[in-house]
């Protein structure tokens, strides 16, 4: 299967993001939900190390570790992030995750993530 990230720069590409991320089980909150996916990755892509892992570490592993709600996806680790980065990419763009009664992500962390994502998941 080619992955998403594949397929950039293709001008037909968010929009048909947008549609399967409207596909997602969860009544995403389309109001309050941001339609913000980078179009491309901008020219200083954001730092894993710096950047993006904290945000993981703050929003995502209380759940995703072994001993979280959903212990199955843990991460704690680039590796398992990455692996990942298409269902997380499409998740954290509908709003679905962090799910409701947990803390969002605020709005410069959501477009560190999205921007990071868009750049491939770079391990920078
Ligand atoms: C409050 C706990 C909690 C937090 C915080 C949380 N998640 Fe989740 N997440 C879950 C649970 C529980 C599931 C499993 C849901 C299911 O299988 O129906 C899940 C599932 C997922 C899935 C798989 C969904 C699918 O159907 O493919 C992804 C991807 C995901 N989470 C990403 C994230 C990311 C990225 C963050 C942080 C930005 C995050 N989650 C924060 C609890 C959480």
Redesign the pocket.
């Known amino acids: 299967m080619k992955s998403w990230h594949d397929k950039l720069p293709c001008q037909g590409y968010v929009a048909v993001f947008g549609m399967v991320a409207c596909t997602n ?1 969860s009544p995403a909150p389309a109001a309050a939900c941001p339609q913000d996916l980078p179009q491309a990755c901008p020219s200083s892509e954001p730092s894993y190390q710096h950047d993006v892992a904290p ?2 570490t703050n ?2 592993v ?3 570790s072994p001993d ?3 212990n199955r ?1 843990n ?1 704690a680790s680039y590796a398992a992030i990455y692996a ?1 980065r298409s ?2 990419l ?3 763009y509908a709003c ?4 409701s ?2 803390a969002a ?1 605020t709005l410069s962390e959501r477009v560190t ?1 999205l921007n990071w994502l868009v750049c491939g998941a770079p391990d920078n």
């Open positions: 089980h945000i993981f929003r995502c209380v759940c995703h979280g709600s959903d996806r991460y990942n269902a997380i499409d998740q954290v679905n995750m962090p799910p009664g947990a992500p993530l």
